[in-house]
């Protein structure tokens, strides 16, 4: 947690464990999860399965509301009593996930997302990603997890890592010791409105015993496979030459604040588009000598599953010339909307001594189609672009770019619209 120190300092982690929600722990107990069953039941900060028996189909969940279309992480410790390893081809399932509703049936119904046992002859360790009752899973039969008649202890750990991919890993310690393989399944589509943590048992009528045991510590970090933060980034109102001490890397950091805060563009106003599938290079002008420069932004009316690399560039005779800094943007999709995009930077840059910087934007496909109005060539209020000469400008070449020095091809008619934001960063101690 950051803390605030006499004198005007503060201090914080960089690593700091900071999940969206945190259940079945010393703090927040069993709170806000639903009714006991015959087989899941909660005490203190845990919750009890007991994935025996024939024809289970019962769960105990936790409302998170909503999570991301996207990405997010699910952490919790597993203490098995004991894993059984079931009767052949007869399914016995424990299963951890989010689900689209507070009663799914059988082993998969409506959306969801899940990390499952399945003891039927031997011990299956899944991920599912189901669509509408249509599941879609990566399996291995005794790994990670085998059937053992002693108490044993895992650390799992569940992701979304894009709308279309998920993952499962198994620890033996607190989520440093991976044990076996990661299970993962890709090419998922359609699945959304997940909201709610579930510990689930699902069997068939001839099942034999499967895991018992109890799931504690449970973790949701929502819209991200990150779990850990930068404590630094949480901390923004604060005045100009700030002293941040980072507690777990011993550095330290001061407060850089720009004399203008905001988003500086140029170029084209008007609600008009046309495609741009080359690098571009737009002139901003009227900066304040030494603001920060944290991210770049351009107007777009429609793209399809396309990134963006953006950067900054130094002018020289009213000319894009060196590499100051870059970012890029994840592939995404617009459609029909124009909209100011942003790209933060790798690293803020600082504004030159003569205000004027260059943004370049380039796509990874053919498909955006940018803000944009044409004009006559030849006034530097204009756009500059690569063509596909050597070295090539074109988003067939997008892996290459950007170039430390800029390459111009001509001036052009295209009018696009891209600007800079500026801001405030730390910035660590004895660096530029």
Partial sequence: MVEALSGGRWQGSSTADIPTVSTLNATNGTTNWSADTSKLTKSGNTITFSATGTSNDEEIYYDLTSTSDDKWTLRFKADFTSIGAGNNAQHQQLQFGIYDSTNPSGNASGDAIMFYLSSAGNVSNAVNGVNGGTSDITSTNNTPIASSGSAVTYYIEL?????????????????????????????????TGLRYLMVRLWSEGGAGNGAVGSVTDMKFYNNTTSTTTDEKTTLTNVPANTRYEETDTRKIYRRVVSSSIGTTKAGATADSNSNITYLTYKQITGLTSGDIITAVTFDAYSYSSTAFK???????????SSLLGSGTLASGSLSNTYTTTSITLDSPVTVPSDGKVWVAIVPSTNSPNLRNTTEGSGAYTHSVYATSSSPSGSYTNYANMLYSTANISGNGTNNVRFGVTTGSVWKERNTA
């Fill in 159 to 191: 992701q979304r890592t894009s709308s279309s991919a998920i993952q499962a890993k198994v620890f033996s310690d607190e989520y440093v010791t991976q044990v076996g393989s990661t299970l993962s399944k890709t090419g998922l589509s359609g699945i």
């Fill in 310 to 320: 953006g950067g900054v560039y130094t002018d020289s005779s009213n000319q894009p």
